[in-house]
């Protein structure tokens, strides 16, 4: 079993900054691949970012790229998302998940992860 925690949502302006973080707990965590995805009022949860095992490896939703950035620091067991430039469109509840699977395949299909956190919410403002 993983647990994941999210933190770090909240209320920004649109141009602001946010930055969210992801705690697991449980089985080598190392081993896991990562992602982010969210889920904006009324709409499917979609695919944000993702990184591989080790960090050497980040993918990303053409809508965030280049103004979201995910990491992970493996000695913490912490998963961040750096987000910048932020509109009023990236509302949203945003999920850390991990998945068994430690390869790159089919990185944004949410029903190829397993294990997921409870979610937080990030408001945007124009």
């Known amino acids: 079993q993983v647990q994941l925690v999210e933190s770090g949502g909240g209320l920004v302006q649109a141009g602001g900054s946010l930055s969210l973080s992801c705690a697991a707990s449980?089985?080598?965590?190392?081993?896991?691949?990562m992602g982010w995805f969210r889920r904006a009022p009324g709409k499917e949860r979609e695919f944000v970012a993702a990184?591989?095992?080790?960090?050497?490896?980040?993918y990303y939703a053409d809508s965030v790229k280049g103004r979201f950035t995910i990491s992970r620091d493996n000695a913490k067991n912490t998963v961040n998302l750096q987000m910048n430039s932020l509109k009023p469109e990236d509302t949203a509840v945003y999920y850390c998940a991990s998945r068994f699977d430690s390869t790159a395949y089919a990185y944004s299909n949410e029903y190829r992860y397993n294990y997921w956190g409870q979610g937080t919410q990030v408001t945007v403002s124009s």
């Open positions: 449980g089985r080598t965590y190392s081993t896991y691949f």
């Open positions: 990184i591989s095992r080790n960090g050497d490896s980040t």
